[in-house]
């Protein structure tokens, strides 16, 4: 079995004044946390793999309805 060598001496990094300061604004992190973690909506007629697809399946929904 291994051993693992745990560091227990070290303290944890203080973040430096100029990296407080970069995070204090909050509206620019706001800012940024959306543009990441929200994606663009896309209407489903712009997208056009979708809007295919859409198509096809009310194409063969039509063909089953007018057979029965």
């Known amino acids: 079995m291994r051993k ?3 560091n227990t001496d070290t303290k944890p990094k203080e973040p430096t004044k100029e990296q407080m300061a970069r995070y204090k604004d909050f509206a620019t ?3 940024q946390y959306d ?3 929200k994606r663009p909506k ?3 007629y712009r997208d056009p793999k979708l809007f295919l697809l ?3 399946l009310g ?3 039509l063909l089953i309805f007018l057979e029965g």
Do not use: T
Request: aromatic fraction near 6%; avoid cysteine; proline fraction near 6%.
């Open 4 to 6: 693992f060598k745990v």
């Open 29 to 31: 992190i706001s800012h």
């Open 35 to 37: 543009r990441i973690a």
């Open 42 to 44: 896309k209407p489903l």
């Open 54 to 56: 859409l198509l096809i």
């Open 59 to 61: 194409l063969v929904m």
